[in-house]
């Protein structure tokens, strides 16, 4: 069975606080993803790896960054967490198949209170 | 840039009633669209997809056809049950090659009474 495991399914962290955020996914796909999830927002894109140490930035980066040193696994960092961080963070994997399937494979969320 | 609208929520049904929900998209080309599912404490999974015009997805019941002359690709099923209580995002591809990043819609959660 695919499985996308995220460390955390719950955190609670004070503001100025490093948090990480790790996922993990047994099934060898190159795609990683993390993305926050806000009631009547949707799911907002943060960052984007296609390749290990690979990186791009998604639709709202700002206050994140993200490591990629192995296939397998993504981590999202928040260097000095705030209360607008306060979120649910999804992560999701796809295999860079050519032929934009668009089938993602998601993590069950980390739920992220910041005080 | 490429966006999806989907219905706003919440949406209560009885047991055996039809459901729609409605999505709409933005898109320069041809991107491919999805359904997505999230059961209460899972994770979000695909339900159907098309990846072009007048394609049908279908999965579990539900139906959506991907409509270019009115920019929709609306959820449909015939007789809802409990289980299928779940929040639904719709989501389209964007349309750069190589670019496998997904836009969602806001989401639209659905309560199934028996």
């Known amino acids: 069975d695919v499985k996308v495991t995220q460390s955390s399914r719950y955190l609670v962290k004070r503001t100025g606080e490093k948090v990480f955020l790790e996922c993990v996914q047994d099934?060898?796909?190159?795609?990683m993803f993390w993305y926050r999830q806000d009631p009547g927002l949707g799911l907002r894109l943060i960052y984007f790896?296609?390749?290990?140490?690979?990186?791009e930035k998604g639709d709202i980066p700002e206050g994140y960054s993200v490591s990629r040193e192995k296939k397998e696994r993504f981590s999202l960092i928040l260097e000095s967490a705030s209360t607008n961080q306060t979120s649910m963070y999804l992560c999701?994997?796809?295999?860079?198949?050519?032929?934009?399937?668009?089938?993602?494979?998601f993590g069950e969320g980390s739920r992220l209170t910041v005080l | 840039g490429n966006s999806v609208t989907q219905m706003e929520g919440p949406v209560t049904l009885s047991e055996e009633a039809f459901l729609t929900i409605n999505c709409t998209y933005t898109?320069?080309?041809?991107?491919?669209l999805f359904w997505y599912v999230q059961y209460p404490g899972e994770g979000l999974q695909l339900l159907l997809k098309?990846?072009?015009?007048?394609d049908k997805g279908s999965n579990k019941g539900f139906e959506a056809t991907y409509r270019k002359e009115t920019t929709s690709f609306h959820l449909e099923k015939g007789s809802v049950q409990v289980s299928d209580s779940a929040v639904y995002f719709c989501?389209?591809?964007?349309?750069?090659?190589?670019?496998?990043?997904?836009?969602f819609g806001a989401g639209t959660t659905v309560t199934v009474r028996a």
């Open positions: 999701a994997s796809s295999f860079l198949d050519g032929t934009n399937t668009g089938e993602l494979f």
């Open positions: 099934m060898d796909h190159e795609n």
């Open positions: 790896s296609y390749d290990v140490k690979m990186k």
């Open positions: 898109a320069t080309g041809y991107p491919s």
């Open positions: 098309a990846t072009k015009a007048d």
């Open positions: 989501a389209l591809s964007r349309t750069i090659t190589g670019d496998y990043k997904l836009s």
